[in-house]
């Protein structure tokens, strides 16, 4: 299992997460905000399958997702992971 974390500035923001599987291992990927426990996403990634490219603006959340801490979670079921990935939190100007 590996993890990473960002934060979302008070009030309310939007998040990108990014996963390509480079592996031989299906990949698990969750989005969780810590302060609350709400998981946002678990979606698995199969070896050679389409990258994850989830953007909580275009997923039901055009308002935004609450502020706080988050985690994002990996996982192989025990197996190698091989991958990359990265992540964005932003706002998007109100003028728009």
């Known amino acids: 299992m590996a993890t990473s974390t960002f934060a979302v500035n008070p009030g309310y923001g939007h998040i990108k997460v990014f996963a390509k599987n480079t592996g031989k291992s299906t990949i698990t990927v969750s989005l969780q905000h810590r ?5 946002y996403f678990t979606e698995s990634i199969a070896p050679d399958a389409q990258p994850l ?21 990996y996982r192989a079921g025990g197996n190698v992971m091989s991958g990359e990935a990265w992540g964005m939190s932003f706002t998007i100007p109100s003028d728009l």
């Open 53 to 73: 490219d989830w953007k909580s603006f275009d997923i039901g959340y055009q308002q935004g997702v609450i502020g706080g801490e988050y985690i994002v979670t």
């Open 35 to 39: 302060n609350s426990g709400r998981i």
